[in-house]
């Protein structure tokens, strides 16, 4: 067994292969027990997917605890480190693709029949909210998703109404999901170490919509409010061009009780949802 949270194993590994980091694929790779650890516990005990295993750390934490693991890697490079590292587990396989180009229900169904499903990753960084949106909106059988992201990102998704951290992502993530930050993580603790920090954020998905809006209407709002973030609301609709003119969106912002300063910032999903249904009308 290789204890990959140790940076000498690390760099032996490299030295061994001739594997070198790739910063374009976000390599960055954990080296904390405990969070490894609450990653994993985080996820359960049937399937789990991995997005991005690097040389299997995480894996292999998730592989003694889990039924099974699927983990999607886009480096090929790494196979042989892999085969290596993982030796011995035999409930892990690698599926070497692009994320973002897997048709995550199929391996879904191919791969984890019958059994409740959570994902588990250290998410590369330049592909964070894609990922996690993809995860989100194609309504997969997820029980849990809990991920590594940057510290601000994750910020933002736990984020309250009314503060410079609330928008699009969170009303997006918390559309689907109840979602909590389980640890912040320290730079240091990855090899190499990145610039930021990071933190585990788990997202438990919802089984019904938190809100009756239809969600087509609720995220064109959410995003038409948040595309120009200074503005008010009626100025961002107005600009937006598919809500009518600006006298319109005031009289329906005015007859919920708002006034023309209404800011995107401060209104709760549930207000959303309540204004997103009266623009559908
Ligand atoms: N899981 C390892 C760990 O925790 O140490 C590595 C995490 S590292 C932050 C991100 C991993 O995702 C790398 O192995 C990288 O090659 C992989 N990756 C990057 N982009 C990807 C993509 N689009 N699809 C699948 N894997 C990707």
Redesign the pocket.
Same mark, same amino acid.
């Given at each position: 067994m290789y204890d990959l949270t140790s940076p000498s194993v690390i760099r032996h590994l490299c030295d061994e292969f001739g594997f070198s980091f790739?910063k374009g !694929? +976000?390599?960055? !790779? &954990?080296t904390d027990a405990d969070v490894l650890l609450s990653i994993a516990e985080a996820a359960g005990s049937e399937g789990v997917l991995? $997005?991005?295993? +690097? !040389?299997g /750390? &995480? /894996?292999a934490v998730l592989g003694n605890r889990a039924k099974k693991v699927v983990s999607?890697? $886009? @480096?090929r490079t &790494?196979e042989p480190v892999l085969k290596t590292t993982l030796a011995g587990f035999d409930n892990i396989k690698i599926h070497f693709? @692009? %994320?973002?180009k897997t048709d995550l229900e199929k391996l879904i169904n191919e791969e984890f029949p019958g059994m409740s499903l959570s994902v588990a990753?250290?998410?590369? =960084? =330049? %592909?964070t909210s894609p990922?996690l949106m993809k995860l989100l909106e194609e309504k997969l059988p997820f029980e849990n998703i809990v991920v590594?992201v940057q510290k601000e990102v994750a910020e933002r998704i736990v984020a309250k109404p009314g503060t410079k951290d609330y928008g699009a992502l969170t009303l997006a993530v918390s559309y689907y999901a109840d979602a909590e930050i389980i640890t912040t993580v320290p730079a240091e603790s990855f090899v190499p170490a990145p610039k930021v920090d990071s933190a585990v954020v788990s997202m438990k998905l919802l089984k019904e919509p938190p809100i009756d809006a239809p969600e087509k209407d609720y995220f064109r709002l959410v995003k038409a409010s948040f595309a120009q973030r200074r503005k008010t609301m009626l100025n961002a609709l107005s600009n937006a061009g598919f809500y009518g003119s600006k006298d319109d969106i005031k009289a329906v912002l005015e007859s919920l009780g708002y006034d023309s300063n209404l800011r995107g910032e401060t209104l709760s999903m549930k207000e959303f949802s309540e204004i997103a249904k009266r623009f559908t009308k």
């Open positions: 790739k !694929f +976000g390599q960055n !790779f &954990l991995e $997005i991005g295993p +690097g !040389f /750390t &995480l /894996t999607i890697e $886009i @480096d &790494l693709a @692009d %994320v973002m990753a250290n998410l590369p =960084y =330049y %592909v990922i590594m």
